[in-house]
C-alpha cells in the first residue's frame, strides 16, 4: 500500500496542530496531505451526557479508541464495551462504531487510525490491567528525566499499524530523553493531555542538533508530529508534560515494533530507556 502523502518536512505548519480538545462531536485534528502524516490519522469525539449516539464506519482504516476523560459504552462487531479513563479499544478495519456517552460528565475519546489491508482482532484494553503488567508499564529513566510509560495498544495487541499509550512526567522534567528517533519504521504524534492551565511544555523536533527544526511551547490539546528527527521535550518548572503518543507502522506488521529506537550518538552511552517494552 502507498502512502497516503509524502510529505514529511519538519515545520510548525505541518507537525504542530494546537488545541485539538476543542470542540464538540466528532472531528478530525491530523491527516495526510493537512500535516506532515503519511499513514496516522487522529481525531476527537467529544460528546455532553445525553448526546444521541453517534455512529460511523472506519472503512480501509484500523482504528484505536482511548478514553481520556468522562465514560463511554462503544458497541461494535456485535459487542458492546465500557470505557472509563485510558482504557482503550482497537477495532479492525470495515466495522461500525456507534458510541454513546455515559454517566454525567459525557465522554472525550482520542480516535487514530491508519489505512490497511488485513482484518485484526477486536480487542478492548483495561487500564487498570495495563498498571499491573511490567511489559505495559514502566517507570523509565531516573531524574530529571523519569517517566511514568503506559502501553495501550502495543506488543498486547494485534494490528497493522497503529499503536498508542500515555506517558505522565514528573513536575519540571524532561521526557522522550535521551533523544531519540525511529523514522524508518514508525511515524509518531504526540496529543499533550492533563496539563491544565498555567501548565506548559515545550517539545523539540530535530535532525540537527546544532539548528532544531521545531521549538514549539505546547499546552493541554496541542499535537506535534514527529515525520523524523529526534524529539525530546521538557515541563515547566511545577507542572507536568503528560502525553499520549500516537504511532503508525511504516510497512504494515513488518515496522510494527515498539520500543525499537535510534538513539542520538551524543546519549547512546546509556542506552534508550526503552528495554524494558520492547517488542
Avoid at 35 to 43: I, K, M, Q, S, V
Avoid at 66 to 84: D, K, P, R, Y
Wanted: glycine share 10%.
Amino acid at each position: 500500500m502507498q502512502a497516503e502523502a509524502t510529505q514529511t518536512e519538519i515545520t510548525k505548519e505541518t507537525c504542530y496542530v494546537p488545541a485539538t480538545h476543542a470542540g464538540r462531536g466528532r472531528r478530525t485534528a491530523v491527516a495526510p496531505g493537512q500535516t506532515a502524516a503519511r499513514y496516522l490519522h487522529y481525531g476527537r469525539i467529544t460528546l455532553d451526557a445525553g448526546d444521541e449516539t453517534l455512529a460511523f464506519e472506519n472503512g480501509t482504516h484500523e482504528t484505536g479508541l482511548v478514553c481520556l476523560n468522562g465514560a463511554a459504552e462503544i458497541s461494535t462487531g456485535g459487542e458492546t464495551f465500557t470505557l472509563g479513563r485510558y482504557d482503550a479499544l482497537y477495532v479492525p478495519r470495515d466495522s461500525r462504531i456507534e458510541v454513546r456517552p455515559t454517566g454525567e460528565a459525557g465522554c472525550d475519546l482520542a480516535e487514530l487510525s491508519a489505512p490497511v489491508e488485513g482484518t485484526y482482532p477486536l480487542q478492548f484494553v483495561s487500564f487498570a490491567e495495563v498498571r499491573e503488567n511490567p511489559k505495559l508499564h514502566i517507570i523509565a529513566g531516573a531524574p530529571p528525566a523519569e517517566r511514568d510509560m503506559n502501553v495501550l495498544i502495543g506488543s498486547n495487541v494485534k494490528a497493522g499499524r497503529i499503536m498508542t499509550g500515555v506517558t505522565f512526567s514528573r513536575p519540571g522534567n524532561w521526557t522522550s530523553w535521551p533523544p531519540h528517533e525511529h523514522s524508518r519504521m514508525l511515524e509518531e504524534a504526540y496529543l499533550y493531555i492533563d496539563m491544565p492551565a498555567p501548565s506548559f511544555g515545550v517539545q523539540f523536533v530535530y535532525t540537527n542538533p546544532e539548528d532544531p527544526e521545531l521549538v514549539q511551547v505546547v499546552r493541554e490539546g496541542d499535537v506535534v508530529l514527529m515525520p523524523k528527527g529526534y524529539h525530546p521535550n521538557v515541563a515547566a518548572p511545577g507542572g507536568q508534560i503528560n502525553f499520549m503518543w500516537m504511532m503508525a507502522a511504516m510497512r504494515e506488521g513488518e515496522d510494527r515494533k515498539y520500543g525499537v529506537v535510534n538513539v542520538q550518538p551524543d546519549y547512546a552511552a546509556g542506552g534508550s530507556g526503552l528495554e524494558a517494552v520492547k517488542d
